[in-house]
């Protein structure tokens, strides 16, 4: 059983810059999709970054030029880079993993973009 552990959320004023971290508890290989999806107050969960073997990848219009996702493959780990930070992008952010055509989500972690 993969557990995915998420770290790196927190508060920070608009503007600035978090780094979301993602961990699984047990190593594995090439997971097929690695991706990070949020969910803000009153709203419906939403992509935000996916990387795909073999069809690369996509970000969600709103985070476009502002947000990079990138993985560790040898750490077993997907991270997110957020730049140039929104109140709009305050949200629990979500890893994803579809590993063996099963799928495993992170615990969640809060982020919340305020002055």
């Known amino acids: 059983q993969v557990q995915l552990v998420e770290s790196g959320g927190g508060l920070v004023q608009p503007g600035g810059s978090l780094r979301l971290s993602c961990v699984a508890s047990k190593s594995f290989g090439v997971a097929d999709t690695m991706a990070w999806y949020r969910q803000g107050p009153g709203k419906e969960r939403e992509l935000v970054a996916t990387n795909q073997i073999g069809k690369g990848i996509i970000y969600g219009d709103s985070v476009k030029g502002r947000f990079t996702i990138s993985r560790d493959n040898n750490r077993n780990a997907v991270y997110l880079q957020m730049n140039s930070l929104k109140p709009e992008d305050t949200a629990v952010y979500y890893c994803?993993?579809?590993?063996?055509?099963?799928?495993?989500w992170g615990q969640g972690t809060q982020v919340i973009v305020s002055s």
């Open positions: 994803h993993v579809l590993l063996h055509r099963q799928i495993y």
